[in-house]
């Protein structure tokens, strides 16, 4: 199987700071999966998007997103690529249309077609009271919504996703699932961490479980539980003992 | 806890607070407290010698003084007084905007009263120390060397901080009522902005119109002002006459300050929750039809209008812009003036309008490149960094031309050459502040540009000396072109030792 059919390639992915960030990580993940990567605090998973999203330099390593050296051609791996970071960073000033049309400045979209779907986007997140106001009264939940219409603007293939639905209420987190799944149906790659593992249970199509920066487990829920022994357990309760025996051995 | 004791804990955590924010403005955030308060000490101490410098001559002066000198000191008084309110208004701007605690605060079962009473007395407290602190290396050299009657001038400063904290608090609580919260907060920030310099600009103003000098000593010496002042035993002159040494009036407007903060604290503390809860209500401004401005052109011309556009949004940036631009007033006034052709003191213009560009580039270059408030979204655009640093000081410099533009312009029909020379240094003093805030930029929340100038303190030096190195080296090529050969090898000196520590070198 060629790189290309893979939406993400890490291959021996290595960050250290104070000690190691990422250990040598190998991850692959295929085209319109839907893939959450869970893992204790600490353990490695946003140093890894931020290496994938071009947001940090690895040490070693190689990351190929569809194809594409992103380390070599960061542009290119970028026009293809939306993040979303756990902390809605966007521009208080700007209205979330302004914000969604200037993301679609960036990335060089078509602007007829680019006033259409901000419009949807934002309407479709439950923000279309708020599309005039300036972003600056706006609370967490809002603000990450606006933030994820802007990922989602320039119709990205592979979406990496640190944490989305922390500060999001029942009704907009489930308009967020619903988006994503709606993107993934078309083909596009989603890259999930999150703390709720019944959100990866329900949605994931994989699951990896990162600790101390290195994949100690992955496959579908059922491949996950067949790893464990038990058919009957949770993700939680795999999870738990999963880091559980990473941190014994540690 | 007793009610005494919980008041007390409370202004104990609020001179904590202060205290942290001080240190945090002083150390940019690190956590260098010794160093801070020997800094400060050493600072003090070598203050000593320009206040020596500035006021030794003065230590024999005694009241009743000739009407000019009386005249300058009041003036002088009244600036330091301005100034004070400047900072007040800010302050009390931030403890209604910016703290986070007001919902802890108002939530609590603590009389409300009471906690913005010492919130008021706290901030009064915070803006006179400040005071005191820069007043004291000039009150010591005159107690030092004219006796302890000058002791006064701590009563004088402590009375002037007082009474401006109580008229900064009273000027918010009046923006509050009359023009609503939203607005207070611009409104205040570019009240204070301009009540700051306003007073030295007005002066300059008056100088230029009258004498057609930037001296700003020229109306308050002269004959005019003289004849105008009024009677010596005026109030007017309580100020200056308590700094003298006249104890006995020191402790009346001691006095009268601590009554005047008393009567704005029991009658303005009542209302501080009412106003809080209103902020906290006040509705999200609307944008209608502006997303237009991102709809067509190219990448990096969104990312220049992006910034142009928060630019024009930013109501404390609006200050202090505004700020830059009033001390530009003065000059372009002497231009006016000197069209004429009788003057030769239009050459002095071209080296505060350097030194102006250079500032304001500084700001807006900071601004453009270290404060991004979205840093993941244009760092994972695809467009390299290079281009993004490029529409960023793009973003700079048309901001500059279009301020400096028409006054080059019009200084070509007074002298195309000083107006070329103007033109050439106002590009490079840009382009060098530029360039100091790439070397040394650090990714922050643009909220946080009052405390820019403390996240590198060879940063701010590196602006300063080439602001201040351009503008020297511009108004020596128009009078001694050879030394303005040696400003600026001087001042390219500093730009190259400043490239060489930065950390983008490192």
């Not at chain 2, 009610?3 to 002083?26: C, D, G, P, Q, Y």
Request: proline share 4%.
């Amino acid at each position: 199987m060629t790189s290309q059919l893979y939406a993400l390639a890490l291959r021996g992915l290595t960050k250290r700071f104070d000690r190691p960030a990422v250990d040598a990580l190998d991850l692959t993940i295929r085209v319109g999966e839907f893939y959450a990567l869970l893992g204790p605090n600490g353990a490695g998973k946003t140093t890894t998007l931020r290496m994938v999203a071009g947001l940090l330099r690895p040490d070693a390593g190689s990351v190929s997103i569809l194809g594409i050296d992103a380390l070599a051609d960061p542009v290119a791996a970028k026009q293809i690529m939306a993040w979303v970071s756990d902390e809605p960073m966007i521009y208080d000033k700007l209205t979330p249309l302004e914000y969604l049309e200037f993301v679609a400045g960036l990335w060089g979209i078509d602007p007829r077609t680019s006033e259409k779907s901000a419009r949807n986007l934002l309407i479709s997140l439950g923000l279309e009271p708020h599309l005039n106001e300036r972003c600056e009264g706006f609370s967490k939940g809002m603000r990450q919504k606006v933030a994820l219409a802007g990922a989602l603007v320039h119709d990205p293939r592979l979406i990496i996703l640190d944490e989305p639905l922390t500060g999001l209420d029942a009704l907009s987190a489930r308009h967020v699932k619903g988006l994503l799944q709606e993107r993934v149906r078309t083909g596009c790659t989603v890259i999930m961490t999150t703390h709720i593992l019944e959100v990866a249970e329900r949605m994931a199509d994989r699951i990896g479980v990162i600790a101390s920066g290195r994949l100690i487990a992955e496959g579908t829920l059922a491949e996950l539980r067949e790893q464990n022994g038990r058919n009957d357990t949770t993700l939680e309760d795999m999870f738990i003992a999963l880091v559980d025996t990473e941190a014994a051995a540690a | 806890m007793s009610s005494t004791a919980h008041l007390t804990w409370f202004a104990r955590h609020e001179f904590r607070l202060a205290w942290r924010e001080w240190l945090a403005m002083m150390t940019g955030g690190r956590r260098r407290r010794n160093r801070a308060v020997i800094g400060l000490l050493v600072f003090a101490a070598i203050l000593h010698l320009p206040a020596y410098a500035v006021v030794a001559r003065y230590v024999d002066l005694r009241f009743p003084l000739d009407p000019s000198s009386l005249i300058v000191l009041t003036a002088t008084i009244f600036l330091s007084w301005a100034l004070m309110l400047s900072q007040a208004i800010e302050s009390v701007t931030r403890v209604f905007y910016a703290r986070a605690d007001l919902d802890l605060i108002m939530s609590s079962p603590a009389k409300l009263t009471n906690i913005f009473s010492i919130r008021i007395a706290a901030i009064a407290l915070t803006v006179s120390s400040m005071a005191l602190l820069l007043s004291t290396p000039f009150i010591d050299v005159l107690v030092y060397l004219g006796g302890p009657r000058w002791l006064a001038g701590f009563g004088v400063v402590l009375a002037i901080g007082l009474s401006a904290a109580a008229a900064a608090i009273a000027v918010t609580a009046f923006l509050f009522r009359v023009i609503g919260p939203s607005r207070t907060r611009l409104v205040a920030q570019i009240v204070s902005a301009v009540i700051g310099a306003g007073f030295v600009i007005a002066l300059q103003v008056v100088a230029v119109l009258s004498y057609g000098t930037l001296s700003r000593f020229a109306f308050l010496t002269s004959d005019t002002a003289a004849r105008i002042a009024p009677a010596p035993d005026s109030l007017v002159w309580w100020p200056a006459r308590a700094s003298l040494g006249d104890l006995e009036i020191m402790l009346l407007l001691l006095a009268a300050s601590l009554v005047l903060l008393g009567v704005v604290m029991a009658v303005l503390a009542p209302r501080f929750a009412d106003t809080v809860a209103s902020v906290a209500a006040n509705p999200a401004a609307v944008t209608q039809g502006r997303a237009r401005a991102f709809r067509s052109g190219s990448r990096q011309q969104a990312l220049r209008r992006k910034e142009f556009l928060l630019l024009r949004r930013d109501p404390w940036l609006l200050s202090q812009s505004l700020m830059q631009m009033l001390y530009l007033l003065p000059p372009a006034l002497m231009l006016w003036r000197s069209f004429s052709g009788t003057s030769t003191a239009i050459v002095l213009i071209t080296p505060v309008i350097v030194m102006a560009a250079g500032q304001l580039a500084g700001g807006l270059a900071w601004l453009t490149i270290s404060g991004e408030d979205a840093p993941d979204l244009v760092a994972t655009a695809p467009l390299p960094p290079s281009r993004v640093t490029r529409a960023k000081i793009e973003v700079v410099l048309i901001a500059i031309a279009t301020v400096f533009a028409p006054l080059v312009v019009a200084l070509t029909f007074a002298s195309p050459q000083q107006a070329a020379v103007t033109a050439i240094a106002i590009i490079i003093a840009t382009a060098s502040a530029a360039a100091v805030q790439l070397w040394f930029r650090a990714q922050a929340k643009r909220s946080q540009f009052r405390r820019r100038q403390t996240s590198s303190r060879i940063a701010t030096f590196a602006e300063a000396f080439s602001s201040i190195g351009w503008a020297a080296t511009a108004a020596l090529a128009l009078t001694i072109p050879v030394a303005a050969l040696v400003s600026g090898i001087l001042t390219l000196l500093t730009l190259a030792i400043a490239w060489k520590i930065s950390p983008r070198q490192a």
